[in-house]
């Protein structure tokens, strides 16, 4: 009775880790010249200097907002660094023979997503000091996050990691500042 439990408990979990490369793979049968260019935009956006433009120019208009950006941005990259260091998990196009990449990403490892983390930072960061672009930021956000998967760099797991990562990041960020602005 035991063994049968087992090969059962084994065939779910079985399902689980197939979800991600399975996702992965059912994007890049989609994938059409026009959406491609878009998505490589999006990845491009997410690079990080469009953050860091984006910080400095809000370090002008409002500097405890330019600050949280900032430090969202530090502890999220710290963090993610980290992250990457302790699962060393492979990008699907390095794992999977099937699964082609479209660009060469900034790194070996794929676990957890830094451009969606960057992304969602700065959303959240935004919901908190301007909610009125919290939505435009939120839908660049998830863009940004499916244009890794569909360009083969990530796996969804390492998406949503990156939207954690990325609202973590935010709410120790905006503490922070709102602390130093007391």
């Known amino acids: 009775m035991a063994k049968k439990q087992k090969r059962k408990k084994e065939k779910k979990s079985g399902k689980w880790r197939n979800?991600?490369?399975?996702?992965?793979?059912l994007l890049?049968?989609?994938?059409h010249n026009r959406i491609t260019g878009l998505m490589k935009l999006l990845t491009r956006i997410g690079d990080g200097w469009f953050w860091l433009v984006l910080t400095i120019i809000f370090l002008f208009i409002?500097?405890?907002?330019?600050?949280?950006?900032?430090?969202?941005?530090?502890?999220?990259?710290?963090?993610?660094i980290a992250l990457k260091r302790i699962f060393s998990r492979d990008r699907p196009y390095i794992k999977h023979e099937d699964i082609t990449n479209l660009m060469i990403p900034p790194d070996k490892f794929s676990f957890p997503s830094g451009h969606t983390a960057g992304a969602f930072a700065v959303a959240f960061v935004l919901w908190f000091f301007y909610p009125v672009l919290f939505i435009p930021g939120l839908i660049l956000a998830i863009l940004i996050g499916?244009?890794?998967?569909?360009?083969?760099?990530?796996?969804?797991s390492d998406v949503l990691a990156g939207v954690l990562?990325?609202?973590?990041?935010?709410?120790?960020?905006?503490?922070?500042?709102?602390?130093?602005?007391?």
């Open 62 to 80: 409002e500097i405890y907002a330019g600050m949280a950006f900032g430090f969202a941005l530090i502890i999220q990259i710290g963090l993610q």
């Open 146 to 156: 499916i244009s890794r998967m569909y360009l083969g760099l990530h796996y969804p």
């Open 28 to 31: 890049s049968k989609g994938r």
């Open 165 to 182: 990562l990325g609202f973590l990041s935010a709410r120790l960020a905006v503490f922070f500042v709102l602390l130093i602005e007391l």
């Open 19 to 25: 979800a991600d490369p399975g996702f992965i793979r």
